[in-house]
């Protein structure tokens, strides 16, 4: 069974860093591109960042860009998402997601990010 | 960048077919992929590529498109298919994809 499983959220005051991970099991993690994905309460999904399974391609969604940085451990089975610089904007549930062609077959639960003074 | 539109809302009775529309410019001909979110709840996929559905989705939802319009049909609705159901596809242009609005279906 595909699993992924997000941490790191918590509360932030703005300007401040946060890393996120996502903990992946029950497939060959190290086959498959990778995403983050965010939604802010009562809002649409918007996507965050992609990387390829080996890391030689990554792209960001402009409102993060050069503040946020993806990242993945193969052998760890693990996504990472490098959050500086927050803003209010940022608040969301970020859920990592497993592409399937231009899709998002599985999804974690997601981890609930605050920036807020 | 690209914009895709969806009815905030949609009911139907129990039994009955809902149909949720995602419009977009020049639509036609771009793959289009639908998800199930209720609340509280991680996105499930539920259509991909237009039409296919995933291993353990029930054949009660489908997907097909028609000029600048895809839709989503859900047939014999039933109180579990509550949620808001997001449409979503590449925005090649940009080289992201982009999701709909959402659309809340409820059953009456």
């Known amino acids: 069974e595909v699993r992924l499983v997000e941490s790191g959220g918590g509360l932030v005051q703005p300007g401040g860093s946060l890393r996120l991970s996502c903990a992946a099991s029950?497939?060959?993690?190290?086959?498959?591109?990778m995403n983050w994905v965010r939604q802010a309460p009562g809002k649409r999904l918007e996507w965050v960042a992609y990387i390829t399974s080996s890391s030689s391609t990554i792209h960001y969604a402009d409102s993060v860009k050069g503040r946020f940085t993806i990242s993945r451990d193969n052998p760890k089975n693990s996504l990472y998402l490098q959050m500086n610089s927050l803003r209010a904007e940022d608040t969301a549930i970020y859920y990592c997601?497993?592409?399937?062609?231009?899709?998002?077959?599985?999804w974690g639960q997601g981890t609930l990010v605050t920036v807020s003074s | 960048s690209y914009v895709l539109t969806q009815p905030p809302s949609v009911s139907v009775a129990p039994g009955k077919t809902a149909r949720i529309a995602c419009g977009g410019n020049?639509?036609?001909?771009?793959?289009v992929h639908w998800y199930q979110q209720k609340p509280g709840q991680a996105p499930v996929l539920v259509v991909y590529?237009?039409?296919d559905r995933p291993s353990g989705i029930p054949e009660r939802f489908s997907g097909s498109y028609s000029g600048n319009t895809a839709t989503l049909t859900i047939s014999r609705v039933e109180a579990g298919d509550e949620a808001d159901y997001y449409c979503?596809?590449?925005?090649?242009?940009?080289?992201?994809?982009?999701f709909g609005g959402g659309t809340k279906v409820t059953v009456l």
């Open positions: 590529d237009d039409s």
């Open positions: 029950g497939f060959t993690f190290s086959n498959y591109s």
């Open positions: 979503q596809m590449w925005d090649s242009s940009n080289n992201h994809p982009v």
């Open positions: 020049n639509i036609g001909g771009k793959s």
């Open positions: 997601a497993r592409t399937q062609g231009a899709a998002y077959g599985y």
